[in-house]
T-cell receptor
Framework: DSGVTQTPKHLITATGQRVTLRCSPR?????VYWYQQSLDQGLQFLIQ???????AKGNILERFSAQQFPDLHSELNLSSLELGDSALYFC??????????????FGPGTRLTVL | AQSVSQHNHHVILSEAASLELGCNYS??????LFWYVQYPGQHLQLLLK??????LVKGIKGFEAEFIKSKFSFNLRKPSVQWSDTAEYFC????????????FGGGTRLMVKP
């Protein structure tokens, strides 16, 4: 157990819908990262938040957005869902967010299936 | 484009066989290098990491990796695999000028036959 929790574990929805994935970082960690793992794209970095502010952006679609709340948990919002959005979405957390590398600890993931 | 390549997508070995998984990256500057493992149904776990110093790094569960700067490679090795090593293995790179972001390779699925 890494200490990073994600809910829900599984999510099944239809095309065009909107979902919210939730992540709680390890106690004391200020950074949260979101990754998408799909069969065709592999494991891709989406976005990073540090202490409530966006710190880095990767291959995140405009239909996707994220935020980090004052209690440091984060939510990833996926809208206008397409079949290709079906994937495993991982959250990771670290103590810091830049400068010397801070080890990331990964959560168990949320498996999203879009039908 | 900057990338991380893992050449073996699927590897099948018998127990006690030796393992080497290849990883190459295309970043020109200084990088931090990692190998992660994902056991079936579990989250990603860090196996080992290289930041600087001795290019041969030892990780958990008997794994080691060698950084060869001239070849832009960071291959993972284990002298004798066990059935419990069945998992997916990911190489990842953090360029020193890229904050805390990780770029992952495509992964290698290892199956160890008992």
């Amino acid at each position: 157990d890494s200490g990073v929790t994600q809910t829900p574990k599984h999510l099944i929805t239809a095309t065009g819908q909107r979902v919210t994935l939730r992540c709680s970082p390890r106690s004391g960690d200020l950074s949260v990262y979101w990754y998408q793992q799909s069969l065709d794209q592999g494991l891709q970095f989406l976005i990073q938040y540090y202490n409530g502010e966006e710190r880095a952006k990767g291959n995140i679609l405009e239909r996707f957005s994220a935020q980090q709340f004052p209690d440091l948990h984060s939510e990833l919002n996926l809208s206008s869902l397409e079949l290709g959005d079906s994937a495993l979405y991982f959250c990771a957390s670290s103590v810091g967010g830049s400068g010397a590398y801070n080890e990331q600890f990964f959560g168990p993931g949320t498996r999203l299936t879009v039908l | 484009a900057q990338s991380v390549s893992q050449h073996n997508h699927h590897v099948i070995l018998s127990e006690a066989a030796s393992l080497e998984l290849g990883c190459n990256y295309s970043y020109g500057g200084t990088v931090n290098l990692f190998w992660y493992v994902q056991y079936p149904g579990q989250h990603l776990q860090l196996l080992l990491k290289y930041f600087s110093g001795d290019p041969l790094v030892k990780g958990i569960k008997g794994f080691e990796a060698e950084f060869i700067k001239s070849k832009f490679s960071f291959n993972l090795r284990k002298p004798s695999v066990q059935w419990s090593d069945t998992a997916e293995y990911f190489c990842a790179v953090n360029p020193n000028n890229a904050g805390n972001m990780l770029t992952f390779g495509g992964g290698t699925r290892l199956m160890v036959k008992p």
